[in-house]
């Protein structure tokens, strides 16, 4: 069992920055590859970005490619989210999710809100 929980959200106007940041609890929570997904209103969860367990794999959408950046930190059982030159359109609830290796994300987190005023 892993017990997610994001944190780091707020407003921020566009072009400004963020850190979210998500602590994961549970016995194997370092060996999960982790994700951070959003949903923004009246709209579906959409993938943001992956992490690999060791930290050596990542994945981004092409709409945030070039703006944010996942990282994560073992020892600390946390895996942030940088998020730049934000725009309005990033305006979501971000959610993490965590995966073990080969396996569907199981586990979530209960969001945090991300508002981007223009």
């Known amino acids: 069992q892993v017990q997610l929980v994001e944190s780091g959200g707020g407003l921020v106007q566009a072009g400004g920055s963020l850190r979210l940041s998500c602590a994961a609890s549970?016995?194997?929570?370092?060996?999960?590859?982790m994700g951070w997904f959003r949903r923004a209103p009246g709209k579906e969860r959409q993938f943001v970005a992956d992490i690999s367990w060791t930290g050596g794999s990542r994945y981004y959408a092409d709409s945030v490619k070039g703006r944010f950046t996942i990282s994560r930190d073992n020892f600390k059982n946390t895996v942030y989210l940088q998020m730049n030159s934000l725009r309005p359109e990033d305006t979501a609830v971000y959610y993490c999710?965590?995966?073990?290796?080969?396996?569907?994300?199981?586990?979530w987190g209960q969001g945090t809100q991300v508002t981007v005023s223009s």
């Open positions: 549970g016995r194997t929570a370092s060996s999960y590859g």
């Open positions: 999710a965590a995966a073990p290796v080969g396996s569907e994300y199981a586990y």
